[in-house]
């Protein structure tokens, strides 16, 4: 292996993590704390890449107010996903198969969206002009497009933003309470009617700004948000339900497993390969790296 | 005397169709300890739950401090001021201590004064204080009841619902945890407790309740109901 080799698989390896982290974590906060899989979060990021389009092209501001508008519109929706799809559902979720209702209830709110963006906006892909253009030679032939490095940089600040909100703050404290503790969260005062539709909204906003940058990559269309969503799945499986630190390091392991099948056998097998690896460790790992019999609780 | 600081009157609360409580009456005084005996199964941890609002009850009223908290949410009538620790601790396992006695002072009011009071409860509890950064569930039986009594200081409460702070501890970490609770009644602290019987509760308990199948059989002083044979015989654990 050359060391180009070595460096292109480090930088692809990154890039890939990172955005597969961000789209990822958000699924994990709302499985931690709700015990749903949220099926809504790929049109978060379908819906974060228009945003992304009207703003950037449409508007022709700047990516800071893209990102900014695409946080906040998501944030907005996710918490009114949980209110119409979930919330309905919380008092009787020790009678019903509650992850299976809401699986499901959160599905449909997907499809609704997808089929009002494609009613509104209509099929085409649209273009979403990268954040930033351009790109640096890093070493001997590896480019690495600026785009790449604001996406990584911005998923890394905002994992690492939602990690220091989860550890030092009061409502974040709050959200980890309730996951660990429902009980004992409403004994301390927590109001868990307004935390879990909090919960949807923000882990909806990250997939939201992972849509930006996403849309920049790919496009913009009623779709986009499909193929993150089952990614998404994937890596919070392979890193073990319910489980923060769980998800950042599958998202980083696929996206290195990834990278290195790229780089060492060719674009063609790198799927195949990818979803070999995930077969075989979780079959010897069913709870995923850092996953546990007992679900982690963030 | 004055406006009782809890009163509960044909309370019912169960789980699904069972009722486990079935028409209970109480009533606690401001700065009284009032401790519920029962064997187990009878319905002390369903009328704790019942009272600070995690269960919803189905028939009766629970007023605090003669304001009516029926059905509310345990939410709200722990921002009112009632406390409740709960059987098992409800400690939150994967947060440190430090962290889950922050989360004792959850409520907006109590918050801004959160690291006063932690600095307070250190200081009371030495033990609790060297385990500060220890996630919760490394800790000791005893431990966990310290930080579970710890955290129910954390913010200023009418009155503290206490589930069988006995149960599962060695006897000197229940010595400990009874010095906790001496020192609570000793500040004018109002506290029901629930236990399974009279063993530890000599120092401490002001009225007994003795609760059987969902309700009070029988009530007194507790040198009254201690020095019962009949009650006595059932209830003795060790005098």
Same mark, same amino acid.
Not at chain 1, 236 to 253: D, E, K, M, Q
């Given at each position: 292996m050359a060391a180009t080799d070595i460096v292109g698989i480090a930088v692809t390896t990154i890039i890939l993590g990172s955005i597969y982290g961000l789209v990822a974590i958000g699924m994990t906060l709302i499985y931690g704390t709700l015990r749903i899989l949220d099926m809504s979060q790929g049109s978060m990021v379908m819906v974060g890449s228009f945003v992304g389009w009207g703003i950037?092209?449409?508007?022709?501001?700047?990516?800071?107010?893209?990102? $900014?508008?695409?946080?906040?519109?998501?944030?907005?929706?996710?918490?009114?996903?949980?209110?119409?799809?979930?919330?309905?559902?919380?008092?009787?979720?020790n009678a019903i198969d509650f992850e299976m209702v809401t699986f499901i209830t959160t599905f449909a709110v997907a499809m609704i969206l997808t089929n009002v963006a494609l009613e509104l906006l209509g099929p085409q892909q649209r273009n979403v002009t990268p954040v930033i253009s351009g790109g640096v030679n890093i070493y001997h032939g590896v480019n690495l497009?600026?785009?790449?490095? $604001?996406?990584?940089?911005?998923?890394?600040?905002?994992?690492?933003?939602?990690?220091?909100?989860?550890?030092?703050?009061?409502?974040?404290?709050?959200?980890?309470?309730?996951?660990?503790?429902?009980?004992? $969260?409403?004994?301390?005062?927590?109001?868990?009617?307004?935390?879990?539709?909090?919960?949807?909204?923000?882990a909806s906003a990250l997939a939201g700004v992972a849509g930006v940058f996403l849309g920049g990559l790919y496009f913009a269309y009623p779709q986009a948000g499909d193929l993150p969503l089952l990614e998404a799945l994937i890596v919070?499986?392979?890193?073990?339900?319910?489980?923060?630190?769980?998800?950042?390091?599958?998202?980083?392991?696929i996206g290195l497993i990834q990278a290195t099948a790229e780089v060492l056998v060719g674009t063609t097998w790198s799927l195949p390969i990818l979803y070999g690896v995930i077969l075989f460790v979780l079959i010897i790992r069913p709870y995923g790296l850092l996953g546990k019999p007992s679900e982690a609780r963030l | 005397m004055s406006q009782p600081?809890?009163?509960?009157?044909?309370?019912?609360?169960? &789980?699904?169709?069972? !009722?486990?409580?079935?028409?209970?009456?109480?009533?606690v005084g401001a700065g009284e300890v009032v401790v519920l005996i029962g064997p187990n199964g009878h319905g002390k941890t369903t009328l704790l739950r019942a009272i600070s609002g995690?269960?919803?009850?189905?028939?009766?009223?629970?007023?605090?401090?003669?304001?009516?908290?029926?059905?509310? *949410? +345990?939410?709200?009538?722990?921002?009112?001021?009632?406390?409740?620790?709960?059987?098992?601790?409800?400690?939150?396992?994967?947060?440190?201590?430090?962290?889950?006695?922050?989360?004792?002072?959850? *409520?907006?009011?109590?918050?801004?004064?959160?690291?006063?009071?932690?600095?307070?409860? &250190?200081?009371?509890?030495?033990?609790?204080?060297?385990?500060?950064?220890?996630?919760?569930?490394?800790?000791?039986?005893?431990?966990?009841?310290?930080? +579970?009594?710890g955290r129910a200081l954390m913010r200023p409460s009418r009155i503290m619902l206490i589930d069988e702070p006995s149960l599962g501890l060695a006897p000197v970490a229940i010595d400990t945890v &009874?010095?906790?609770?001496?020192?609570?009644?000793?500040?004018?602290?109002?506290?029901?407790?629930?236990?399974?019987?009279?063993?530890?509760?000599?120092?401490?308990?002001?009225?007994?309740?003795?609760?059987?199948?969902?309700?009070?059989?029988?009530?007194? *002083?507790?040198?009254?109901?201690? !020095?019962?044979?009949?009650?006595?015989?059932?209830?003795?654990? !060790?005098?």
């Open positions: 950037l092209v449409v508007a022709g501001l700047n990516p800071v107010i893209a990102i $900014a508008a695409a946080f906040v519109a998501t944030f907005i929706l996710g918490a009114l996903t949980q209110l119409v799809s979930v919330q309905p559902l919380m008092k009787r979720r497009p600026y785009q790449s490095m $604001a996406m990584a940089i911005v998923s890394i600040t905002m994992m690492a933003g939602l990690g220091i909100f989860l550890a030092r703050t009061r409502w974040g404290m709050a959200i980890r309470a309730v996951a660990q503790d429902l009980d004992a $969260a409403r004994l301390m005062g927590v109001p868990v009617g307004k935390l879990y539709p909090l919960t949807m909204g923000l919070v499986i392979f890193g073990g339900l319910g489980s923060l630190p769980g998800t950042v390091y599958a998202a980083y392991a | 600081m809890l009163q509960v009157a044909g309370l019912r609360a169960g &789980y699904a169709e069972a !009722s486990v409580i079935r028409g209970l009456d109480l009533e995690i269960i919803r009850p189905t028939a009766g009223q629970v007023l605090l401090g003669g304001q009516d908290v029926t059905g509310r *949410p +345990a939410e709200r009538i722990a921002v009112l001021g009632l406390v409740h620790v709960p059987q098992g601790d409800g400690l939150f396992a994967e947060m440190t201590v430090a962290e889950n006695l922050l989360m004792g002072a959850f *409520p907006a009011s109590s918050w801004r004064s959160r690291r006063k009071e932690l600095a307070g409860i &250190y200081e009371r509890f030495p033990v609790v204080a060297a385990r500060a950064a220890q996630r919760a569930r490394t800790l000791s039986g005893g431990e966990r009841r310290l930080v +579970a009594l &009874y010095e906790a609770i001496a020192e609570l009644k000793a500040s004018g602290a109002t506290i029901v407790l629930v236990e399974e019987n009279f063993t530890h509760i000599g120092g401490i308990a002001d009225a007994v309740h003795v609760l059987e199948t969902g309700t009070i059989v029988a009530s007194g *002083p507790y040198a009254e109901l201690a !020095s019962d044979p009949a009650i006595v015989q059932t209830y003795l654990g !060790s005098l």
